[in-house]
């Protein structure tokens, strides 16, 4: 083994030392910050959000650490060094080791080696070698035994920091006086939401759908807690359970605000319990877009809805009412169409096809159509949304008397037909005339003709834009009157393009057909709106005061007071502020009562009031949330706006 | 040499504060004028009033005194010591808290301050609101009916309490069967009044609430006359106004001959309402039909819409009477925005509450008051004096850092003897 | 002073308009009874117009489904919050009937449950005494539609105080009739819409 080979395997113990060195120091940095973390933590209970920091910088300062080790002995690397390492241990070598690596084959060269070979380096790193290790695996063991004789739950709040581990807090058990503070609430979302359940860190209030499981937990129950612990929300009970040193209580959440009261012993606590209600279906009725008169019940019916909530949808359809009869006799026949399951959606948009000519309606006739979609709630529901309903109606002839009818569309297809009409007969005329006319004049007025026939095409089309759009919706189909419009543009156009080339006999034909095709249009189906009922005036003063029956009038009662909760929450309010300079405690528990109130009657003041709660609980000052709500449910005046210069009394 | 006169000069500067100190504290203080400011003022007046004997004081006052300090100076005042004072920036404000009659039991406060001011109200618990100042002030009504207010207005502070409690009495509503005697009616009701009405409807009978037979102040607050049915009433109204009585009247009504004596203006043609309600839902009344009244010698105008007064009052012997220029006050009620209901509940209760007649009750006040900072001060200690002519000197340099001087002058003359090696 | 106006609510669903010549009878009688200034003719207002609220009493009635619209809802509600009154009459007479299940489902939903109106309430001796309550019609007595003599007006009451009026005893033909059974019967059966409407106008 010549000197080189003893350096190198010299060197390869080093790197070796320097690589577990550099770990077992990062290892015991990590521990050592755990440490002191959940020391830290066990002083002054670390917010959930500290503690979410806390393994990520341990993670980065063991790396740091680790790094830093392996950098201090990176120069373990090089043969050199580690000669001159070896030499600055061994000093009967004189040098000869360094020397020998660097004389390698050159004269001189064997010497050096026999002189190498006369000492043993190996010897001389073992004592390094040692300590590089020893020290930080000491040190690691050391902490490694501060960590577990860390109190129980310490450590896990620093490694897997949650909501609700509150109570994991190893100061709890040993420093509370009452079994209430901390708690932490576990909220259990109804099945049907499909939501997971979540904790809160002792919370002034919970927020959860109706219905969601409302768990609160607390430590100490070791020491016969079952005796003194309990918990009430109005006039109920919820039951207590203790399993080892941790109690609980459960129960649903309530369809209305309240406050949950638990006792300890002479402690108790309020918990404000903020029901939120789980929205019905919002279903919004797309096509038809708006009610209409047919004229006849025939066609076809295209129904579109849009269906949404808040959680999730269950399923929905159309409902059709059709209503026929009169008088002394009306029948009314529900169908049920386009059902669809929505399986837990947010969103959905159903739709249908009705044929009326199925539907046999006759004249008079009223269908009403909604679309109707639940919620999968099945707590308080299922939630069920109506869309507004359409009224189709069929024109009743024999309701001329009270019922103006206006046609709407059909007015503009009128003046169409007469305009169409007026160009047929002034064709008529300049085809009879034309052997009157020289050329060029009888073409310039069948030009003319042409370009009115077509301007008549664009205003029939419009009529037909118009049958088959709806404003906000868009494009809802094809109908009767307007498949009956568009051949007759059709045709309209065949009759311009001729009249433009002063064919007048080819045009014709197709301007006859364009106006019997209007005039089928106009009959087969007619847009109506609704008119107005004829009222008759009465005449008052030949009447008046002729009726002769006797008549005794009653007096009147007052009407009561109205009620002013925002008043009356006011007053409570200045009170607990007193309360709250006074009496702390009470103070908070007022103002979580205020906060019950408040959600039925104030939601506007809830947000300061919780700001004003929280600041109770972290030892702040609440008065400027409270001077929030009370400003809020003052609604002070100024004299700008109101009576002002007279000011009432003697 | 230049540094041994140097040294002796500091020596002797030194010695002349030291004598000037000794003398200054053996000198008898009377005949001294002295002075102060709001942050030095307390200290000096318990000097004033125990260790010394000024003359005069000038007190600086840049804010409002405390009532303590102010009747604190009073009485030195009193101890032959002549007090001045004078300030920049004081705010002449007045506050001052009245129960409104009003059944809610609200505290109303008038403000009087400079056309601008902002002005900030509270009571015992904090602030309550804060504003402008209008040409005319400020009135808040405090819903949380404080017994005592603060009211700022930078620098100055006016405090005041309620010094009287209400008996509120009956409210009569006269008128014919309809939508506006309905909604007034219900209106006051809501409100809390107690109230008594006579419905026209038919020969056949009224529509009556309560006995309102005895038309007399001790029974009612106030009557409020919707229409031309309250004519039969009119000899009973004008009498019961005149004996301190108010009344709330329709403005049509007042053109009657029967109800002259009463009268406190011209009334105008009707002017329909230009806006829907959505579109003034801040000025909700802009959207009622207006007569406008032209206001007689006597009445002063309550409630203006643009120019035109459109509320307006006057006093008749010990009575009062409020006409309203609005007609068909109901559809505020009924179309208004959010706050209609209430808007309406609570401007015609403030309407009866203008001219009620109520009965009062004094109480003691929860604290001390200060209604007119500015006033008082004036009217305790005079109008304001110059500072000219006055010693300052205690409030100028004070006689520890002239100690700190002389200390430090003798060390430099001492180091600098010795380290040129003097003796 | 604004006139008292007879006001029929138009909904976008049903018959609104079926009981058309009821308007000017009920005006014809507050004429003869009392001194209210009256327009002498009635008006149909939208239930989802803002000219709902100038009309502080609105009657409904109809024979076929009733589905109010998001707007009439909201405007109807408002309309009974602010203080006006609804008089609802089911022109079928049916509580089998598709207009009473779908107003009262509406009314419900807007208002809460319906209740009987007491026949000891002030409603039925605001101006003429109805001892037993509700006067029964000529729909009723002769049998038609669900053949019951309906004992009680239903209604939305607020403590003592009527908000809505729920009839199912057919006053919209009864009413409209007038000219025609007048001569029948021995008590003119308008006086009661003297009733309601000066109940609407004092309470």
Known sequence: ?650 | MPRAWLERAAHAVALVLIVWLLVESLLPPAGRVDAADLGSLSEALARWSTVEAPERVQVRVDSGLSPTQRDWLVALGGADTRVGWNGAGLLPIAAVARPIPDPIGATGVWVAAPAGTSVILSDQMGTLDSVRSGAAGVRFVALSAPSAVRVRANPVTARSALVDSLDLKRVLVLGSTGWESKFVVASLEERGWKVDAHLVLSPKGDVVQGDASPLDTARYAAVVALDSTALRWSRKIVQYVRSGGGLVIEGALTATPSFAPLRVGKLGAAIAPATPFDSVPDEPRRALALRPITLGSAAVAVESRDSLVAVASRRVERGRVTVVGYEDTWRWRMGGGDGALQGHREWWSHLVASVADVGRATIEPTSPTDEAPLANLVDRLGPQTPATGVSDTRSGIPHAWLFAIVAALLLLEWTSRRLRGAP | ?203
């Not at chain 1, 695996?137 to 490694?144: E, I, K, Q, Y």
């Not at chain 1, 001329?400 to 569309?409: E, F, G, L, Q, S």
């Not at chain 1, 009115?452 to 089309?461: C, E, M």
């Not at chain 1, 104030?602 to 001077?627: F, M, Q, S």
């Open chain 3, 1 to 203: 002073m604004t006139r008292f106006t007879f006001a029929t609510g138009i909904y976008s669903s049903g018959d609104w308009e079926s009981a058309s010549r009821l308007p000017p009878t009920v005006i014809d009688v507050l004429a003869k009874y009392t001194t209210l200034d009256l327009n002498p003719e009635g008006v149909n207002v939208r239930l989802d117009s803002n000219e709902l609220f100038e009309y502080p009493f609105v009657f409904l009635t109809g024979h076929l489904p009733v589905f109010f619209t998001a707007g009439e809802r909201r405007n109807l509600k408002k309309f009974v919050d602010r203080g006006g009154f609804l008089f609802v009459d089911d022109h079928n007479h049916d509580i089998d009937g598709i207009f009473h299940h779908t107003m009262t489902a509406e009314l419900t939903r807007m208002f809460g449950k319906l209740v009987n109106i007491p026949n000891d309430h002030v409603l039925y001796r605001t101006v003429f005494k109805y001892e037993d309550g509700p006067p029964n019609t000529s729909q009723e007595l002769n049998g038609w539609g669900d053949n019951i003599v309906h004992t009680h007006l239903k209604g939305v009451m607020h403590d003592d105080r009527i908000d809505v009026i729920y009839s199912n005893k057919d006053y919209s033909s009864e009413w409209s009739m007038r000219n025609q059974t007048k001569q029948f019967i021995r008590e003119d059966p308008m006086k009661f819409g003297v009733n309601i409407v000066v109940y609407a106008l004092t309470r």
């Open chain 1, 1 to 650: 083994m010549n000197a080189t080979t003893r350096v190198q395997r010299a060197r390869a113990t080093l790197i070796v030392t320097v690589a577990v060195s550099a770990l077992v120091w990062a290892a015991a940095a990590a521990g050592g910050m755990l440490l002191l973390a959940s020391l830290a933590d066990l002083w002054v209970a670390l917010s959930l959000s500290a503690r979410r920091f806390i393994l990520p910088t341990v993670t980065i300062g063991a790396v740091g650490v680790g790094a830093l080790v392996l950098w201090r002995g990176r120069h373990s690397y090089s043969l050199s060094r580690v000669a001159l390492f070896i030499e600055e241990r061994v000093p009967a070598l004189q040098y000869a080791l360094v020397t020998a690596l660097d004389a390698a084959g050159q004269p001189g060269a064997a010497a050096l080696e026999r002189r190498v070979a006369s000492v043993n380096p190996r010897g001389a790193l073992r004592p390094p070698v040692a300590r590089a290790l020893i020290v930080p695996a000491l040190v690691l063991t050391l902490v490694l035994v501060a960590l577990i004789i860390t109190p129980a739950g310490a450590l896990e709040r620093v490694l897997h920091p949650r909501p609700g581990d509150s109570l994991l807090h190893p100061a709890v058990r040993e420093l509370l006086a009452s079994r209430l503070s901390p708690i932490a609430v576990r909220v259990e979302p109804p099945t049907y939401t499909r939501r997971a359940a979540h904790d809160l860190d002792d919370p002034s209030s919970v927020q959860a759908l109706i219905g969601s499981r409302i768990t609160v937990r607390g430590r100490g129950a070791a020491a016969g807690a079952a005796d003194s612990l309990g918990a009430q929300l109005g006039d109920s009970t919820w039951n207590m359970a203790i399993e080892g040193d941790t109690w609980s209580a459960g129960a649903t959440m309530p369809a209305k605000p309240a406050a949950l009261r638990i006792v300890d012993r002479e402690y108790d606590r309020l918990l404000v319990l903020e029901p939120i209600i789980d929205e019905p279906p919002a279903v919004v009725l797309k096509t038809p877009a708006r009610d209409t008169t047919y004229q006849e019940g025939k066609g076809r019916l295209v129904l579109t809805a849009e269906v949404k909530d808040d959680i999730g949808l269950s399923h929905a359809h159309f409902e059709l009412l059709h209503t026929s009869g009169g008088g002394e006799g009306f029948e009314t026949k529900r169908t049920v169409t386009g059902s669809r399951g929505l399986g837990n959606m947010t969103a959905a948009t159903i739709r249908a096809v009705v044929q009326l000519d199925t539907m046999h309606l006759g004249p008079g006739d009223v269908l009403n159509v909604r679309a109707i979609a639940w919620d999968g709630n099945d707590v308080t529901g299922p939630g069920k949304g109506e869309s507004d309903t359409r009224t189709i109606r069929i024109y009743d002839p024999a309701r001329k008397d009270t019922v103006n009818v206006n046609p709407a569309v059909a007015a503009a297809l009128d003046t169409s037909i007469l305009s169409q009409r007026m160009l047929i007969m002034r064709a008529d005329t300049l085809k009879a005339h034309k052997s009157t006319l020289d050329a060029e004049d009888f073409v310039g007025k069948a030009l003319d003709l042409g370009v009115r026939q077509g301007d008549l095409r664009n205003k029939v089309l419009s009529i037909v834009y118009d049958l088959e759009h709806v404003q906000g919706v868009g494009f809802v189909g094809e109908t009767p009157s307007s498949k009956l419009l568009k051949q007759a543009a059709d045709a309209m156009l065949e009759a311009s393009t001729e009249l433009r080339i002063a064919s007048l006999s080819t045009a014709l034909p197709h301007m006859w057909r364009a106006l019997r095709l209007l005039q089928k249009a106009r009959n087969n189906k007619r847009y109506w709106l609704r008119g107005l009922l004829l009222n008759k005036p009465v005449e008052v003063d030949r009447v008046r005061l002729t009726g002769t029956d006797p008549a005794s009038v009653a007096d009147r009662h007052a009407r009561d007071h109205a009620d002013d909760p925002r008043g009356s929450l006011l007053t409570r309010v200045d009170r607990a502020m007193i309360l709250v300079d006074t009496a702390r405690a009470v103070g908070t528990d007022s103002l979580k009562m205020i906060l019950v109130d408040a959600l039925v009657d104030a939601k506007d003041v809830t947000d300061p009031l919780r700001a004003a709660i929280d600041a109770l609980k972290v030892g702040e000052d609440p008065r400027a949330p409270l001077l929030q709500v009370r400003r809020r449910l003052q609604r002070a005046t100024n004299a700008d706006s109101t009576l002002s210069d007279w000011t009432g009394g003697s």
